[in-house]
C-alpha cells in the first residue's frame, strides 16, 4: 500500500523487472536454501508433498486474486472451506445408503460442494453489492457465520467421513497421473485457466479495470456489480474445488479446519504481485506465493536449527524479504 | 519588487523520459509582473517545462537559473518554498478532503498546536469569492464539479503567495464567464508583482493575458514575441507548422431527417427536471448552458449512468436504458467531461484503454489482442494520438493526447448517437480541426451528435441547433442562423436585457 | 547401525496453558534424552492445526528418514490416515494422549483419559456439593476432547441436586475465561461453584470472581495441574479446594518409552493409561513442579 | 471496499445522515436489545465490565483508525501488545530486587512497555516507508515474529508478574477515580485525543490527505513517509498504553493474549465508519464500533438463545447488519 507513487523513471525501469522476478528470484533463493539443508529437499517425494499441500490453498489463492484485483477482499475463505467441507461430509455420508459407497457418491458430494462454494460465494457477493457493505465487513461476518456453522454441525467435535468411503476417495488425494499427485495437477490447471481468464478475457480485463477505477468502469459500460458478484462466486467456487480436494486428505472437518487460510491466500497474493488496493492481478504471481508460503515450513522442518518456539518468526523475517526481493535493492 | 530582472528562467533545458526526449534545449524566462505565455500542441512539452520549472521533475540537461543563480531544486517542496507555484493541468486535489483542506494543504494555519480552522475557513471563503465560487468550503471535493474544482485548484496556488505562479491550462474546464473572474486575479497578481506563466488551448486568451507569448513545437521553441507582435492566427499556424484554415467546417443546411433519439419528460432527480427534446439524424445539437445546468446529468442519466425517469424513444420505438451497456446496445455513446476520474484508466496502457468501452467486439471467448492492437493503430492514425510508446501509462501521456484517447474510445463502438461532453478539453488547435471535421462528417454520414460545450464558440460554430438549459431544466431552443451567443447567453441566464452585458468569453 | 535412531516428535504449538506444557515437557525429555544417548536424533516438530500437523509428519518421512514417531494427534480423526501410513511404512508409532479412530495403528500408547478427567471433577462436586447447588461450566475451545470431558462431567454429576446455570466456551484462554465470568457473575446472582475445566481459564475466573467481590460466595475447580493452581490448592486457597490433573508431561512419558525402545532394545508396546487424579492439599506436594513454565 | 460510485444526490443527503448516524443507531439498537434480554445489562457493574474490557482493543483502534485512514494496515498490534506485555513483566519483575516492589519498578515498567511500543511501531514504519513494502506484508511479517518471541520468552507457557508487585499494581486495571474504571478513563482520554489530533491538527489532515492521494499529499509539501512512520508509532504506542493497562489485570502475559485483536481492531474501525482504502476516518465512530463489539459479546453471554456453538454465527449477523444500519435503508 505504501510504494508507487513517487515519479522516479530512471529507476523505475530496473524496479518492474525486479518487481517481474522477484517473486520467482525469492522462490530460488528459498529451493537453494533447503538443498543446501536437506539433500532429500529435491526427492520426488517431498517435491510432491510441498506442491500437493500447497494446492488448497493455491486454488483458493488464485480466486483471491481476482477478488483483490477487483479491489474487495474475502476473509471468509478458511471458514467456508471447513463449512464446506463438513457438509460434504455429511453429504456423503448420507448417500451411502442409497448410492452405495462408491464413486456415484462422491461425485454427487462433489457436485455438491461445487455448488454450496458458487452459493456462498453468491451470499458474500450479493451482501457486497447490493448490500452495499464493505467487504471487509461481510467477509469478516460470513467467516464467523460459516466456522459457527461447521461447530454447531459437528456438535463441538469433529465430522468424519465414512471409512469405507474414505478409501474410495483417498485417491483423489494420494493417487495421481504420470507420477503427479491429483491435487497437483488440479491446482496446475486452476492456475493456469486463472492466468488465461486474467491476461486474455474481457472478464479479467473488466476485474482490473472495477479496481483500478470503478467510476471509469462503470462509465465503460461494464456491469460492475455483476463482474463483482461472480468474482465472489467465482472465489466460492475455488474453496469448493479445494475442499474437494481437501476431504480425502484428512477425511474430517472440525473447528480447525482452513483455520487461517485467508491469511495465508491474501498473503501469497500479495507475495506474487498483486496490489492490495486492487487494479493489477498476477495469478502467476499468487502460485509463486503459495508455493514459497509452503516451502518456508518445509524448510522450518528440514532442520533443527531454531527452537520451534521461533518458527513464526522466521516465518515472519522469510515473508518480509522475499518481498523485499520484490522491490530490488533499494539503492540500485 | 517590480524590477525588470528575470525571476525565473530555463536554460537550454532538456528534459527525457527513459529513451524519449521531449524537452530539446528549451529557454524561458520570467520576469516579475509579467504574463508570459507558452502555446504549443498537444504533447509538445508545456506542461513539462512547467514541472521542470516548478520542481516536481529534474531536468535531464541544461539548467534553472532563481534570480540568476542555478538552482535544483530538489522537489516541488523546495521550489515552493521559494515561491514557485504550480496549478496542475490535472486535478491535483485530495477527493475525500474538504475543499478548505484542500486550499490549505501542507501549509494549514495553526494556532499553537490546533489547526485555525475558523481563519482557514474565512480565508478559503474569501479565496473562493473572490473567484466567484461561493461554494461551502467544508464540502468534500469529490461532490464539486469540475469547474468548482478548478476553482479550488486556483485558490489553493493563490493561497500560496507566490512569487511565480505557474498555470497549466488553467481555464480548460472553465467557462468565458468563469475565466474572466480568473484573468481578474490574474490582474491582480501582475500589479502585486508576481511573475506568471501560463498556457491555454484559446489563444484568443491569450492575447487577451498575456505580455508575451512562447512557441513550443515537439519540444523545440519556435518563436518568442511580445503578445502585440503575434495574432492568435499566427501562434496557430508557428504551433502546427502549416497555415490553418478556418476552424469550423462549413454548415450543412437543417436536416429535416427522422428522429432517432426522442427524450420525453425526462428527469434525473437532484439535476434535471421535464427535459424534453429530439434529435435527428445527421444533425449535430449543441447543449449550451452556465455551469451546473445539468448537461451533463441529463446525458448520464439517458445513458444509465444515473437513476432517472423519463421516456427515451430510439428511431420511434420506447426503450429502457438502465445501463451504459444497454445504451451502447441501443446505438448510444457518452464521452463524459471527466477523462481523469471517468474516462481512463491512468496506470494502463493506450490498447486497454482504447478498447475498454467495446471489449466484446475483440473478445470471443479470449481478447484477440492483434484485431486491438490494429484498432490502436487506426486510432493513433485517425485521432493523432501522440505518445512515447503505446505501453505507456496513459497518465503519463499529454493531456490533450489523453482526450484523444478517449474520443476514440467512445468512437470504437460506432455509435449512432454520439454525445460529446466537452470533446475539445485540453485540445490544441489544430486538433480541435480536426475534431470538428470529424464530428460534422459523423453528421454527414447520418449520425447524430450531441455536444455539450462550454466554449461558446465551437456550439456556435459546430451545431446546427442548440438546447440551452439552465437550473436543470430546458430554458430554450435555437437554431440555424439564429445560433447566435446573445441568443444562448439569454436564455441560459434567464434574463431579457441583460444578456448583452453577460455576454464574454469566446 | 545399532543404537541409532531418528526419532519424530509431533505435537501441537503452545497455542494455550497445557500445550504449552507440552512443548515445554517435549523438549526437556528431548534435551535429556541427547545428551543421555548420543546416537538417538530427535525431530520435533509444533503444529497449528491438523492440516499442518499432516504436513510436518509427511516432511519426516521424506526428509528426516525418522524410525518412529511420537505424536499427538491435533485431533483424532484427521490424523488416523497419515499416522496409519506411517505405520505401515514399518516406523514405530506412539501416539500420545488422543487416541486414533482406528484401533491397532500404534505400537504404544500413553493415553490420557478425558471421561476420567471430567468424571473425577464431576465427582468431586458430587462429594463437595452433596445437597446440590448453582454452578457454571466454562467449556474449552469446541473440539472432541471438550465433548467428551463435558459429557462425562455431566453423566457424573447426574442425579445430584446440582444444577448447571450457564456453560459458555471460554476457549481454555484465560483472558476469555475472564470475560465469560465477568457476565456469568452479571447474569447469575447466585453461583456456589464454577467448573472452569482448564487451569488457564480458572485463573481467569478467579480474577473475575474476585473483582466483583464474591470471594466468599463461590470456588472454582480447573484441571491439568498448573503450577499456580497447585500451589493454590496446597495453600489451602478456600476458593481453589482441589484440582484435577491432566499432566502435559505425559509426552515426555511417550518420549523417554519411545526412546527406550531403541537404546534399550525392549520389546516396548501397549497401552499406559495417565491417570486423572484429584489433587487436594493433602497430596498436592506430588503434583507440584517448580521448574515447569506451565 | 464496494460501495459508494453512483451518483444520487438526492438521496444522498439522506445517506451521509445515516452514515454519520449509522454506528449510533446500531449501538442504540444493541442497549435496546441487551437490556430486553437481562435486566442486569445496565447494572453499573455489567456496564463497567463492558467499557472496560473493550479499552485495549479500543486504544488500540484508536492507533488503527490513524493506520487506516493514511491507508496502511496494521496486522500486528495483537502480537505486539503480547510481546509487550511479555517483556513488560520480564522487566518489572527483574527490576524487583534493585527498586523494589513498589510504584518505582511499576513506573519504569510503564515507560519502558511505552518505549518498546514506540520501537515496535518504528519497526514496521521504518520496513514500510524505507523498505517500500507492502504494510499488510511486513506486519503480517511482525506478527509472527512478535507472537513467537513471546512464546520464546514464555518457554511455551505463561509469564506471571510477581505477585506481590501484581497486588500493587492491580489498582491500575480495578481500580478508578470517581467511580470510573481507570481502563475507561484512559480509553476516554485516549479517544477524545484522537478525535481531537484527527479533526483539529495539521498532522490529522495530513493523515487523510495521503490516504486520499498520496501523490497529492507529496505535491502539498507532506513529507509523506515521516507522517506515516509517526503513524506505525503512535500506533505502537498505543499498543503499549493498552499493553500497560492490560498488564495488571491477569498479570500474564502467554502465546494467548492479545489473540486477533488485530482483526477485532479493524472490524472496530470500519464498522465506525473510517474507509478501509484510506482518506477519511472518524475517531469517535471507531469508539462506538469498539463497544458495539464489546457489547455483542457480552449480550450473547448474558442469554441462552442460542446454542453456544453458534455465538461466531450471531456475531458475524449483527456485524453485518451494523454497517447495514449504517448505509440506511436501501429503499429509501
Ligand atoms: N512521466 C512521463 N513519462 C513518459 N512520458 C511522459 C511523461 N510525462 C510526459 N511525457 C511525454 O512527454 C511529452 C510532452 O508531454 P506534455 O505533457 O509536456 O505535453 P503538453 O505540451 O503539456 O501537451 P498538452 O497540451 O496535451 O497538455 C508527451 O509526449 C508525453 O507523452
Ligand atoms: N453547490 C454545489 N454543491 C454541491 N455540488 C454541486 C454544487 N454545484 C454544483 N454541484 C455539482 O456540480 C455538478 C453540475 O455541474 P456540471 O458543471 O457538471 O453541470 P453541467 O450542466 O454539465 O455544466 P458543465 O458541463 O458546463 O460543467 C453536479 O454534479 C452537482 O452535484
Ligand atoms: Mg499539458
Ligand atoms: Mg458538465
Known sequence: MAVEAREQPARRRLRVDFHVLGPLVALV??????????????????????????????????????????????????????????????????????????????????????????????????????????????????????????????????????????????????????????PIVVFALVAVAGEIVMRKTAYGRHCAAIGSNEQVARYSAIHVDRVRLATYMLQGMLVGVATIMYVPRLGSASSTTGLLWELEAIAAVIIGGTVLKGGFGRVWGTVVGVVILSLIDNILNLTDLVSPYLNGAIQGVIIILAVVLQRGRKGA | ????????????????????????????????????????????????????????????????????????????????????????????????????????????????????????????????????????????????????????????????????????????????????????????????????????????????????????????????????????????????????????????????????????????????????????????????????????????????????????????????????????????????EDRKGRGLLLKYGLRENLTLLGLDRFSGIFVDEKAEEAALDAAIRRFDIRAASKTMPVGNLSGGNQQKLLLAKTMLVEPEIVILDEPTRGIDIGTKQQIYAFVHQLAREGQAVIVISSEMSEVIGLCHRVIVMRSGRIAGEVSGEAVTEEAIVRRAMGLDGEAREAAHGS | QEGKATIGVSIPSATHGWTGGVNFHAQQAIDELKAAYPDLTFVLATAGDPGKQVSDIEDMMATRNIDALVVLPFESDPLTGPVKRVADAGKFVTVVDRGLSQPGIQDLYVAGDNTAFGRVAGDYFKEKMPDGGKIVVLRGIPTTIDNERVEAFQKAIEGSNIEIEGMEHGDWNRDKAFEVMQDFLSKYAEIDAVWASDDDMALGVIEAIKQAGREGDMWVLGGAGMKQMIEKVQAGDKMVPADVTYPPSMIATAIRLTADRFVSKAPMAGRFVIDSVLVTPENAKEHYFPDSPF
Open chain 1, 29 to 182: 533463493a528459498l529451493v537453494i536454501l533447503g538443498m543446501s539443508l536437506n539433500d532429500q529437499f529435491l526427492s520426488a517425494g517431498n517435491v510432491t508433498n510441498v506442491l500437493a499441500r500447497s494446492a488448497f490453498i493455491g486454488i483458493i489463492a488464485v480466486g483471491a486474486t481476482f477478488v483483490i484485483t477487483i479491489g474487495g477482499l474475502d476473509l471468509s475463505v478458511g471458514s467456508m472451506s471447513a463449512f464446506l467441507a463438513g457438509v460434504t461430509i455429511i453429504i456423503l455420508n448420507a448417500l451411502i445408503p442409497q448410492l452405495g459407497g462408491g464413486w456415484a457418491t462422491i461425485l454427487v458430494g462433489m457436485l455438491a460442494c461445487l455448488a454450496m462454494g458458487l452459493g456462498a460465494g453468491f451470499l458474500n457477493g450479493i451482501l457486497i453489492t447490493k448490500g452495499r457493505i464493505e467487504a471487509f465487513i461481510v467477509t469478516l461476518g460470513t467467516l464467523g457465520i460459516f466456522r459457527s456453522l461447521v461447530v454447531w454441525l459437528a456438535n463441538g467435535g469433529t465430522l468424519s467421513l465414512d471409512f469405507n468411503l474414505r478409501e474410495v476417495y483417498r485417491p483423489v488425494y494420494y493417487g495421481g497421473v504420470a507420477g503427479i499427485a491429483w
Open chain 2, 1 to 336: 519588487m517590480s524590477g525588470p530582472g528575470p525571476i525565473l528562467e530555463a536554460r537550454g533545458v532538456r528534459k527525457s523520459f527513459g529513451p524519449v526526449e521531449v524537452l530539446h534545449g528549451a529557454d524561458f524566462t520570467l520576469t516579475p509582473g509579467r504574463v508570459h505565455a507558452l502555446v504549443g500542441e498537444n504533447g509538445a512539452g508545456k506542461s513539462t517545462l512547467m514541472k521542470c520549472l516548478a520542481g516536481y521533475q529534474p531536468v535531464s540537461g541544461g539548467e534553472i537559473r532563481f534570480f540568476g543563480e542555478p538552482v535544483h531544486f530538489a522537489d516541488s517542496e523546495a521550489a515552493e518554498s521559494a515561491g514557485i507555484v504550480l496549478i496542475h493541468q490535472e486535478f491535483n486535489l485530495a477527493e475525500q478532503l474538504s475543499a478548505e483542506a484542500n486550499i490549505f494543504l501542507g501549509r494549514e494555519m495553526r494556532r499553537g498546536f490546533f489547526l485555525d480552522r475558523k481563519a482557514m475557513r474565512e480565508r478559503a471563503r474569501n479565496l473562493l469569492e473572490e473567484l466567484a465560487t461561493p461554494i461551502d468550503t467544508r464540502l468534500e471535493v469529490s461532490r464539486l464539479s469540475v469547474s468548482q474544482k478548478q476553482m479550488v485548484e486556483i485558490a489553493k496556488a493563490l493561497a500560496r503567495n507566490a512569487r511565480v505562479l505557474i498555470m497549466d491550462e488553467p481555464t480548460a474546464v472553465l467557462t468565458g464567464r468563469e475565466a474572466e473572474v480568473l484573468f481578474a486575479q490574474i490582474e491582480r497578481l501582475k500589479a502585486a508583482g508576481v511573475a506568471i506563466l501560463y498556457t491555454s488551448h484559446k489563444l484568443d486568451e491569450i492575447a487577451r493575458v498575456a505580455d508575451e507569448v512562447t512557441v513550443l513545437r515537439d519540444g523545440s521553441l519556435v518563436a518568442h514575441a511580445g503578445v502585440d507582435e503575434m495574432s492568435p492566427d499566427r501562434m496557430a499556424e508557428l504551433m502546427v507548422g502549416r497555415e490553418l484554415s478556418d476552424l469550423f467546417p462549413a454548415k450543412a443546411g437543417e436536416t429535416a431527417a427522422d428522429v432517432v433519439l426522442s427524450v420525453e419528460d425526462f428527469e434525473v432527480p437532484g439535476h434535471v427536471e421535464s427535459a424534453s427534446f429530439k434529435l435527428r439524424r445527421g444533425e449535430i445539437l449543441g447543449f449550451a448552458g452556465l455551469v451546473g445546468a445539468g448537461r451533463t446529468e441529463l446525458m448520464e442519466g439517458i445513458m444509465g449512468l444515473r437513476s432517472a425517469r423519463g421516456t427515451i424513444r430510439r428511431s420511434g420505438k420506447v426503450v429502457r436504458i438502465a445501463s451504459p451497456k444497454e445504451a451502447v446496445r441501443h446505438g448510444l455513446a457518452y464521452l463524459t
